[in-house]
């Protein structure tokens, strides 16, 4: 830790994690180890909150926010005058006056431009109508666009792989169809793609090779970059308001993001929701808040399972506005049983709308200790109905095969049925004199010893799972599935069974708990009777122990 400064700690996920209490604390964060920062980058997409915030702090433009960025972001506030102490009391005036800063923005287009403006807008203008820029003619923009549609796609296609050999065959080199082959996925736009930008640059294709590739994308360098420089009408008056609007933005919500940053106070708060947590959702009477914005499935799941922890992936959609996206739920209470790829729920995102919500893939691992105490007894109940299931099978199968065999009289098929039949018999003969020499050595027990014995049966079978489910629940960590999320998380962030429980909140079983305080009053008995029994006994004459006096 550096001993520069002061810092005060809390402990959070099994982690230490620095406080930020007031503005001398965020105004030292320069001098806090970098390996005390929870979070070192964190992706600009993907985050429920103030979107353009999020555009301030990032501050390349990269899609990225950085620990440079943020603390850039802490020394322009220092720069213009902002007190740090203020970040910890937003205040009402700060959000009248960002909401006057919004709507002059919006009121700047109706503000008459200046005559250099004017001038700057009328040559940009004119050189966009030139033929190097507008290589399309009015259909350039459109071409444009068609060219954008396809252009990582295509990229991709013709970049070389990285062991490829100095020299290569022609094979090696193939041209890319425009119409035969395609995925259907790009079908449409290569169509578009073709007609609007290849037809007017190369004329009738229907391939493309490297270097026409490279011919085409050149041929619209200057139109973009032409857009890419089109003057901005009061540019003077426009960069006061946002830095204006920056300010404001930072002193209304730079601390929420800070404890999103820096430490993880939100996510292991009770009443807040951190950042990266889209919204809740629903199925299986279960109520779930942690649940994480995805771009790819697959990508996003061979990182995630390195979390252990249950996950769910989901296909959102509202039908009505044609919008669909994915989200992972993290299951971290109750059980797993009734997931499954294909069901169906209801998500709520942060803005309060519905989304319908379809699984599309169970990555499965253990949930809660409940599940983990009663797993051998089902796999019990499933290994002895499959033998039998087996066994009657079989029995069935084989006095099938007899009877329609031709060499045999339908006599001697009923009499293969026959045996069948009393095969079973003897199974069930069996099992019933088992059970009552079970019976007979039960009635032999005092009642302290057949509570004993089931307290023993009890631990013997679901106790090894209990013990063997808690050290790996301990080991569930929310860091790997911000990583596949584009986080770079500095240390494993765990989270307690309590917490697990606010994560996904159970609607409880009222039979349930019956059942176990019912099972916890049989194991009380028993092991009171026990110890009664071990302190009180008189030892007869033909134990081996030495008598002790009553």
């Not at 290849?198 to 050149?218: A, D, M, N, Y």
């Not at 300010?247 to 430490?263: A, C, D, G, T």
């Not at 995805?294 to 979390?307: G, M």
């Not at 499954?340 to 599309?360: C, L, M, P, Q, S």
Request: aromatic share 8%.
């Amino acid at each position: 830790m550096n001993d520069t400064y002061n810092w005060k700690w809390f402990k959070a996920g099994r982690m230490t994690q620095v406080r930020l209490e007031n503005g001398e604390d965020i105004a030292n964060l320069a001098k806090l180890d970098k390996k005390y920062w929870l979070a070192i980058s964190m992706p600009v997409k993907g985050s429920r909150f103030d979107a353009r915030m999020l555009q301030f702090l990032d501050s390349d433009s990269d899609g990225r926010i950085r620990t440079e960025e943020v603390l850039g972001a802490i020394e322009f506030l220092k720069a213009k005058g902002v007190k740090l102490d203020e970040l910890f009391h937003p205040s009402d005036a700060d959000r009248k006056a960002l909401a006057d800063v919004l709507e002059k923005q919006a009121d700047l287009a109706k503000v008459e431009p200046s005559k250099a403006d004017k001038a700057a807008m009328a040559d940009w203008e004119a050189k966009s109508k030139s033929p190097e820029v507008a290589i399309c003619g009015e259909a350039t923009a459109e071409a444009d666009a068609a060219l954008a549609a396809v252009e990582g796609a295509i990229d991709a296609f013709f970049t070389p792989p990285e062991d490829l050999p100095l020299v290569v065959t022609d094979a090696t080199d193939a041209p890319l169809p425009l119409f035969a082959n395609i995925n259907p996925k790009y079908q449409e736009a290569f169509v578009a793609f073709a007609e609007k930008c290849v037809k007017p640059v190369l004329g009738e294709k229907t391939c493309l090779t490297r270097l026409e590739w490279k011919k085409i994308k050149s041929a619209f360098a200057a139109y973009r970059a032409h857009i890419a420089a089109k003057p901005v009408m009061n540019s003077g008056v426009k960069a006061k308001l946002d830095e204006e609007e920056k300010i404001l933005r930072y002193k209304l919500s730079f601390l929420e993001f800070l404890e999103n940053y820096v430490n993880m106070r939100h996510l292991y708060s009770k009443d807040d929701l951190a950042i990266f947590q889209t919204g809740t959702l629903r199925i299986d009477a279960k109520e779930m808040n942690l649940c994480f914005h995805v771009d790819s499935e697959a990508a996003h799941s061979a990182l995630a399972e390195k979390s252990k922890c249950c996950l769910l992936y989901l296909k959102l959609t509202r039908p009505a506005e044609k919008l669909e996206r994915l989200v992972c739920a993290v299951v971290t209470a109750g059980t797993v049983r009734g997931l499954y790829a294909g069901r169906n729920g209801v998500f709520y995102d942060r803005e309060g709308k519905d989304w319908e919500a379809v699984v599309t893939k169970v990555v499965e691992s253990e949930v809660s200790l409940k599940e983990a105490f009663w797993a051998p007894w089902r796999k019990l109940g499933e290994g002895i109905a499959s033998s039998v299931k087996k066994f009657l099978g079989d029995r069935e199968t084989a006095a099938q095969a007899k009877v329609a065999e031709g060499t045999q009289s339908a006599q001697a098929g009923g009499a293969a049925m026959a045996s069948s039949v009393a095969a079973i018999g003897i199974g069930v003969g069996m099992m019933g004199a088992a059970l009552a020499s079970i019976m007979a050595a039960v009635s032999s027990m005092n009642w302290w010893q057949i509570l004993v014995s089931i307290a023993a049966v009890i631990l013997v079978v679901s106790l090894p799972s209990v013990i063997l489910t808690w050290f790996k629940l301990r080991q569930r960590d929310i860091g790997a599935i911000l990583n596949a999320s584009g986080w770079a998380i500095n240390r494993p962030m765990r989270f307690s069974v309590r917490k697990a429980r606010e994560f996904t909140k159970c609607a409880r079983d009222p039979l349930f708990c019956r059942c176990m305080i019912v099972l916890a009053i049989v194991l009380a008995i028993a092991a009171g009777a026990f110890w009664y029994a071990c302190t009180h006994c008189e030892v007869c004459e033909d134990c081996p122990a030495p008598a002790q006096a009553s």
